[in-house]
């Protein structure tokens, strides 16, 4: 039905597009590809798996000017449709929070005035990224 010649080249294409599947998902951006250092401390989730999912993060970040990369850490965190998500950033090396709480501020006041900044990823899927979420508070 088909020659040698379109078996070989029906193969080889479909070993590239195969290749190509591969490299295109193994290159996606992630949290490695960002400057600086992230490290989680703390995280609450909420354990209801039936309605809203509350996800809240503690970060560390090195670099505490990168105002961008840390927008896009973020991005790159769990969400799930119609929940939330809030990643709070303070500076390697300074006090951080170990524990959060689902409620508002979701840390001890004591840690507020080392909050570099806030990113936030509502049920709407509306993005907020606050520098110095606290310091109009204090």
């Known amino acids: 039905m088909f020659s040698k010649r379109v078996k070989y080249l029906l193969i080889g294409l479909v070993v590239a597009l195969i290749d190509y599947i591969i490299y295109d998902a ?3 951006p992630g949290i490695d590809d960002l400057k600086g250092q992230y490290k989680e401390v703390a995280l609450f989730r909420n354990e209801n798996n039936t309605g809203p999912i509350i996800r809240i993060y503690a970060v560390t970040v090195s670099d ?3 105002w961008e990369d840390m927008q896009k ?3 790159l965190m769990l969400y799930t449709k119609y929940g939330t998500t809030k990643v709070f ?3 390697e090396g300074k006090p951080v929070p170990t524990e ?3 409620r508002r501020p979701h ?3 004591k840690f507020e005035p080392y909050c570099l900044a806030m990113y936030e990823k509502d049920a709407m899927s509306q993005v907020t990224f606050q520098r ?3 310091e109009a508070v204090q």
């Open 107 to 109: 840390f001890d006041a």
């Open 132 to 134: 110095k979420p606290f």
């Open 100 to 102: 959060l709480s689902p």
């Open 73 to 75: 850490y973020g991005d």
């Open 64 to 66: 505490t000017t990168r």
């Open 89 to 91: 950033f303070f500076p």
């Open 26 to 28: 193994g290159s996606e």
